[in-house]
Nanobody, 120 residues
Framework: QVQLVESGGGLVQAGGSLRLSCTAS????MGWFRQAPGKEREFVAA????????NYADSVKGRFTISRDNAKNTVYLQMDSLKPEDPAVYYC?????????????????WGQGTQVTVSS
């Protein structure tokens, strides 16, 4: 069982930045997903076990950056140029294996979620 602890959500103005963190109890493939009220959970970004490969949803490419510190078993999501359509509960997720995935069902472990709110 992989335990995930997230932090870093909050309120920010449109155009601003936030950094989310997620610390895992062991090293795994990590991803970030988000869910807005009334919508399905959607993929945001993922990073491979080594950290050498990253993939992003089209909606966040060029604005969000996923990274990891393997010494700390921690993954980060740097969110820049936040837009009014970005607010959601952001979830960290983990899966066994080497490569990342954009599919919710591929992830077996989930964090508790952290709220991101963007004011216009």
């Amino acid at each position: 069982q992989v335990q995930l602890v997230e932090s870093g959500g909050g309120l920010v103005q449109a155009g601003g930045s936030l950094r989310l963190s997620c610390t895992a109890s062991e090293r795994t493939v990590m991803g970030w997903f988000r869910q807005a009220p009334g919508k399905e959970r959607e993929f945001v970004a993922a990073i491979s076990w080594s950290g050498s490969a990253r993939n992003y949803a089209d909606s966040v490419k060029g604005r969000f950056t996923i990274s990891r510190d393997n010494a700390k078993n921690t993954v980060y999501l740097q969110m820049d140029s936040l837009k009014p359509e970005d607010p959601a509960v952001y979830y960290c997720a983990a899966k066994r294996g080497i490569t990342g995935s954009g599919q919710t069902d591929d992830y077996s472990y989930w964090g508790q979620g952290t709220q991101v709110t963007v004011s216009s």
